[in-house]
């Protein structure tokens, strides 16, 4: 079945420093990939998403390019701030199509 | 409320005796899944509720596990006879029909502890 791994944190930066999240995964077909976003203290959201190969999702200074070649969608930043400290988690939709298969989560802390 | 709401947030047990979580999913969301997130661990789907379909329930770990949501509105994730094993992080997430498992809205969670 379909699955995602996710490189194992914590990440720990300085701002303004680049971030890279490495998310692989394996699937039947090309399905939609997904970064979601857990704050402190706030449930999981949408990050960004990508919905076929070579598609570059992007959202609030995070890209993520699905490459169907490496089988990859690695999460984004060039100037990472103290408010991008958060769990991040790489997701991808189950065989059936009827829920999201989440990676472990990578958790970033940014200091100042 | 605007968001997922989910209780309790917090939720000590015994071994032996049965919980049951709640969810209320935003308000027009056809579309409920349970997961859960165990210390360390990825999360885990465990059932998805869409309208008045069959609710898929591959993901459940066990018959101790089951689930009922009522139409579109709130649903209840019951444990019974909790084991230590079930300690972790119940999240509660809803989306439309249309957009399904492409974007999902999840609530905070219940954090479980069995003793």
Redesign the interface.
Known sequence: GNSVTQMEGPVTLSEEAFLTINCTYTATGYP?LFW?V?YP??????LL?ATKADDKGSNKGFEATYRKETTSFHLEKGSVQVSDSAVY?CAL??Q??????????TTLSVSS | GAGVSQSPSNKVTEKGKDVELRCDPISGHTALYWYRQRLGQGLEFLIYFQGNSAPDKSGLPSDRFSAERTGESVSTLTIQRTQQEDSAVYLCASSTLQVGHEKLFFGSGTQLSVL
């Not at chain 1, 203290?41 to 949408?46: A, F, K, R, Y």
């Open positions: 939609s979601y857990q203290g706030e449930g999981l959201q949408l998403k988690f939709p189950n059936a199509g009827t829920a999201l298969i989440f990676g472990k989560g």
